[in-house]
């Protein structure tokens, strides 16, 4: 490991929280097969082509700011600053500038008033392309790490693994998406995104206390793992269903379930985009990963169940939806839900909280 000192004449760079939570995972490798932050090339080919330069898929450009006054040059070794500390190093490779029709390439809208948008386009158009070197290892302490994630799997004789994305607490259609992953698979591996959200999305301390009392009460306990990234919802729907596949198979699942609408926001996507999306890659390339595209379950009045639109025949007279803004009514008013939709027991941890929805 470096000194954590660097000489103050050395260029240096502030990064905020969302490019340190990408060099940590770039280091451990739940970003794999990143090194660094992407230079110009691979960027261009991601915005494109949906892979790196060598082929591999990637559909999410990760890239860095650029936030230097002092010009820097291909070949310069810069020191990346968090909160005042020094964290890594990047060694140049290139600078390049983004533009607005590549973040609608990307998110596949341009509109401002999308979260994933706004963030990229308020960022400096420049970016800085190289390879990352860690030299405050005391960041990776309490980071999620595929080796640690593999090894939970491998002591726990798991073959099979089925990843679950989720930002949000557990409700009825959830569950029924978990226990089907369960019927196929070993485990289940619950992984619930951590890292930034906007405002209105459930805090980590929501998320995750509901899970508690799902996991404690109601699965088996030798097959379910939960265990929160710390990485930013880019909002980006159908390219960030594979980008999370990805991640997933990064920390050692064989399987990842893809949603309705999957990591959409405000309508901007349709419910299945993201299946046809996943698909389309899968036709072309070996993600090493199975996917499962799963259907919206709802409660059917008619069969008086948790159901799909694959399994039951009542989607036009019997559908009742359980959609987050009842959820979210339950729990601003705090009601007792009704338990077709959430546990109470559930709702009851999500409540005692506190801080439940991020301001």
């Known amino acids: 490991m470096l000194s954590d000192k660097y000489d103050a004449d050395d260029k240096y760079m502030e990064i905020d929280e969302e490019s340190f939570q990408d060099i940590i995972n770039i280091a451990t490798g739940v970003l794999a097969p990143l090194k660094g932050f992407m230079c110009e090339e691979d960027y261009h080919s991601v915005v494109e082509k949906n892979t790196l330069v060598n082929g591999d898929v990637f559909t999410i450009p990760i890239t860095l700011e650029y936030t230097l006054r002092d010009e820097i040059q291909s070949g310069e070794k810069i020191s990346l600053i968090f909160n005042g500390k020094y964290i890594a190093n990047i060694s140049v490779e290139d600078i390049f500038e983004t533009t607005d029709a590549d973040w609608k390439k990307v998110f596949g809208t341009g509109d401002y008033n999308h979260p994933g948008v ?3 386009i308020e960022k400096c158009r420049k970016r800085v ?19 640690d994630t593999k090894k939970v799997f ?20 959830h569950e029924y998406i978990q226990r089907l992953g369960l ?33 404690n009460n109601y699965y088996p306990k030798n097959r379910v793992y939960i265990a929160g990234l710390k990485t930013q919802m880019r909002y980006a729907g159908p390219r960030e269903a594979v980008f999370h596949a990805i991640i ?25 985009d993201a299946h046809k999306f996943a698909k389309e890659i899968e036709s072309k390339y070996d993600l090493g990963i199975n996917l499962i595209l799963t259907r919206e379950p709802y409660y059917c009045s008619v069969c008086n169940e948790i159901v799909t639109d694959r399994t039951c025949g009542h989607y036009e007279t019997g559908r009742v939806s359980i959609s987050g803004t009842k959820i979210r009514q339950y729990i601003t008013e705090q009601t007792m839900p009704d338990e077709r939709f959430m546990r109470r027991d559930i709702l009851e941890a999500i409540i005692q909280c506190g801080d439940i929805f991020i301001d």
């Open 118 to 120: 706004k963030k990229e």
């Open 129 to 147: 392309g190289g390879q990352i070197e860690v030299v405050d290892e005391t960041i990776l302490d309490n980071a999620l790490k595929p080796l």
């Open 154 to 173: 491998l002591d726990r004789g798991w073959e099979t693994i089925v990843g679950f994305q989720t930002r949000n607490p557990i409700h009825k259609a």
């Open 183 to 215: 019927e196929m698979c070993d485990g289940l591996f619950i992984n619930p995104l951590v890292g930034w959200k906007k405002k209105g999305d459930f805090s980590e301390e929501a998320v995750m206390s509901a899970y508690e009392v799902m996991i």
């Open 248 to 272: 997933r198979r990064n920390l050692g699942c064989t399987h990842f379930t893809i949603g309705r609408d999957h990591a959409g926001v405000g309508g901007y996507y349709g419910e299945y």
